[in-house]
């Protein structure tokens, strides 16, 4: 199944509005502080956003051309302090290994959610064992490797203007959140207790609430089975393609508590 890559103007959006709430939320922080939750929660907002923007770029949903995609992904990402085109290929390794020991994202589902953050140490030593398999160009490589002295950068120059505890309150805590919320609705909900299926692999959690809050990606077995569908269209395409998922066998919940 696929669809056009023309529409690509939500995504967009979603950058423009990431990069503004940071920003202007930094500086109103600065300027007119209000309550230090509201700032935090404004930023974990941002960083929210972040994960849908880069993972559009990965599946090429951007443009029909692949440096548009990589330029928008590559400013998606930047503030998950990650490097890009590493991420791409972790990313797209999931789809390949979907639910088998060897995917990139089993560690996130071997074992309860409350004990995730212990499981973290894990995914850099598989990342680290993958690295001999390592398919990036020496360019994507060296774009990758100036996004750590990017960061360091602008944490240089936050310490240097005695705005280091801002942007760690701002950027940092933040992060921290957002990739919690995200491994949840993303690596864990859809996935975990599943085979490794194309169909019975990952789930639908079809609660009307969420859908806003997590971008449509409590939909995430649309992705799964058409990955050039992009993040806005997921719903539509459940509600029209309801009968083959269920025919498939695609496990459809209903309720989000117990899973």
């Given amino acids: 199944m696929s669809t056009s890559r023309q529409a690509a103007w939500p995504t967009v959006l979603l950058l423009v509005a990431m990069y503004g709430l940071l920003i202007g ?9 209000g309550p230090l939750g509201l700032h935090i929660a404004v930023s ?3 960083l929210h956003l972040a994960f849908t923007v880069w993972h559009e770029a990965a599946h090429r949903n951007l443009s029909r051309h692949a440096l548009a995609s990589d330029v928008v992904g590559g400013l998606g990402i930047l503030p998950y302090m990650a490097p890009y085109y590493l ?20 560690i996130y589902m071997d074992g309860p959610f409350w004990q995730m953050p212990i499981r973290y140490p894990r995914v850099l030593q598989y990342a680290r064992r993958r690295m001999v398999d390592d398919p990036r160009t020496t360019g994507q490589k060296l774009v ?7 960061v360091l950068g602008i944490y240089g120059l ?23 919320i995200m491994d949840w609705y993303v690596n864990y909900l859809p996935h975990v207790g599943l085979p490794p299926d194309r169909y019975r692999g990952t789930r ?15 939909y995430h077995a649309i992705h799964h089975l058409w990955p050039n569908i992009p993040w806005y269209a997921y719903r539509a395409t459940f509600l029209r393609k309801r ?5 498939h066998g695609v496990p459809i919940e209903t309720r989000l508590l117990g899973l």
């Fill in 44 to 46: 974990t907002l941002a």
């Fill in 158 to 180: 936050a310490w240097w203007h005695g705005a280091l505890w801002d942007v760690l309150l701002l950027w940092f805590v933040p992060f921290v959140l957002a990739k919690v």
């Fill in 204 to 218: 639908i959690v079809d609660v009307p609430w969420l859908t806003p809050l997590l971008l449509n990606h409590n």
């Fill in 243 to 247: 009968d083959h998922l269920e025919s």
């Fill in 25 to 33: 939320n930094f500086v109103l922080y600065r300027t007119a502080p």
């Fill in 144 to 150: 990758d490797a100036a996004v750590p002295l990017c």
């Fill in 87 to 106: 991420e791409r290929w972790f990313h797209l390794q999931h789809h390949a290994r979907l639910n088998l020991v060897d995917d990139p994202n089993y």
